[in-house]
Structure formats: C-alpha cells, structure tokens
C-alpha cells in the first residue's frame, strides 16, 4: 500500500495544509494523517520532536481560541480532526511577520482527515461544527498555563469565519480576552524574528 499526502501552503507564513490519501474497504478506513517525508517535502525541515499530544472534544458551536503561547518558550502544533468537523483556523500575531494580522481556515474532519501545520508564535482557533467533535494535536513543548495566552476569537478586526448560524460557545477564558489590537498594545504578542530563531532550533533537535 503506498500512502500518499498532498500539501498546500496557507495564506499566513509558515503554514501548511496536509492532505492524506484515505484507503477505504468494506471494513472501514486506514489513514495517516502525519507523514514524515511528505512534511520534510514541502516545508524542507523536519516535525519537531513531539513532547507532548493533546485531544479535545467540543459540542457544535464550540470556539476554542485564539490561543496562543508567549515566546518563549513558543510552541508549533500539527492538528488534525479525528472525529466530527471543524474550521480550523490559523491567525499570524507575530509582530514583524510579513502576513501579520491574516488568517487562514481549513475544514478538518473525519472523511479527508487534513492536517494543518502551526509554526512557533502563530494563534490557533476552531469552530465545532459537530457534537463531539475530536481535535487531536502534536506539540513541540508541554502544556505551561502561565505561559498560555488568547485573544478574542469575536475580535471583529480578525473576522474570523465563525459560521452565522452558530451561537459561539466560549469559555470564560476567552469572552475577556483582549482583541488583537490589545494584546499588541500591552506587548503580549510574539516577535517573528525571536519566533523563527526558537522553530529553528527544534528542527536541530
């Protein structure tokens, strides 16, 4: 069986879609949604080495986000959606990135089982379009809650693509984070150059 893998850069730098092929039979499916030389391919490094993997469900209406970690410690992330579907969404906050301020969204879910890659300083969000919908992610560093910050996924600066139709389920967290305009203002967001040294150094790990 060869297993193949699409990729496509997205629209803020540094990140990447991932496009398993899925092998589907009478008895179900076989997928791989990471594959080591089709990332190596097409970003031209290596995965970080994995410390940590996490997996979240969330009800439809779900918005988990935007989070993201200080820098540093920075983390990336490879995420993908094992069950249910989600818009995954990718917002650059690094200060002095050339696509700060963008986003990008992918629909993740369980019948093409795409992948997104999140380098060092980007914030993460997603929007739960399913009951029980499951997030699985890879980390480069360990869950550290004070080093855990979010901005406002309703920021309207951001239009982030929350579906109409959805009333937004948020934690408490993230209704009083501040918008992204704030958190720049209070210097929380992360530096691309510092971000960049920091991904580079996991690739020599």
């Not at 540094?14 to 097409?42: C, H, I, K, M």
């Not at 988990?64 to 995420?79: L, Q, S, W």
């Not at 704030?182 to 960049?196: E, I």
Request: hydrophobic share 40%; net charge negative; glycine share 6%.
């Amino acid at each position: 069986m060869s297993v193949t893998m699409k990729s496509r850069k997205l629209a803020v730098e540094g990140a990447w879609e991932f496009t398993p092929q899925v092998f589907s039979d009478n008895r179900g499916l076989f997928v791989s949604p990471y594959q080591e030389a089709a990332f190596v391919e097409a970003t031209g490094h290596p995965l970080f080495p994995v410390a940590q993997t996490n997996h979240s469900r969330s009800r439809r209406g779900v918005v988990r986000g935007v989070h993201f970690t200080r820098t540093p410690p920075g983390i990336a992330k490879y995420v993908y959606c094992a069950r249910g579907r989600t818009i995954d969404i990718v917002v650059d906050i690094r200060v002095g990135s050339p696509t700060f301020g963008r986003h990008d969204a992918v629909l993740l879910d369980q019948n093409d089982f795409r992948a997104m890659y999140f380098p060092v300083g980007v914030g993460h969000a997603f929007v739960s379009l399913e009951d029980d919908t499951v997030v699985c992610y890879m980390l480069s560093g360990r869950y550290s809650p004070e080093d855990e910050l979010s901005i406002n996924p309703l920021d309207t600066e951001l239009a982030l693509p929350v579906p109409k139709d959805l009333a937004p389920i948020l934690s408490d967290r993230d209704k009083i984070a501040p918008t992204l305009e704030k958190a720049a203002a209070d210097s929380l967001l992360p530096d691309y150059a510092t971000c960049l040294e920091l991904e580079r150094s996991l690739w020599a790990r």
